[in-house]
């Protein structure tokens, strides 16, 4: 899943607007940048609208650097289950503090 930055929403900071495969867009709350294996990776929540549940999955994007001369950043999906488990364990550790994790299973 490609995703792109269409900035942030000005009134509350942390929140991205992206668009997903379809042209949709989706809210994400911004939670955390992860610094692993030398590239940077964003740990967002999806906003939920109103009656949906909450799953408390987060979502993890690899910051696409590629264009250089760019003002905004992209985002694209991260496939390998490796980094997506080391980026989030990072995150577990740093915020282990203010979140109470548990596992999916």
């Known amino acids: 899943m490609d995703?792109?930055?269409?900035?942030?929403?000005?009134?509350i900071s942390n929140i991205i607007i992206l668009?997903?495969?379809?042209?949709?867009?989706?809210?994400f709350e911004f939670l955390?940048?992860?610094?692993?294996?030398?590239?940077?990776?964003?740990?967002?929540?999806p906003v939920l609208e109103d009656g949906e549940e909450d799953?408390?999955?987060v979502v993890i994007l690899k910051v696409d650097d590629s264009e250089e001369n760019s003002e905004e950043e992209s985002y694209v999906s991260v496939d390998d289950e490796e980094t997506l488990t080391a980026v989030f364990e990072i995150f577990k550790e740093k915020f282990k503090e203010e979140f109470n994790f548990t596992d999916g299973e």
């Not at 995703?3 to 009134?11: A, I, L, R, T």
């Open 3 to 11: 995703e792109e930055n269409n900035g942030f929403d000005e009134e």
């Open 19 to 27: 668009n997903d495969e379809n042209g949709n867009e989706v809210k």
């Open 32 to 45: 955390d940048l992860i610094e692993y294996e030398s590239e940077d990776y964003v740990v967002l929540l």
């Open 55 to 57: 799953d408390g999955e």
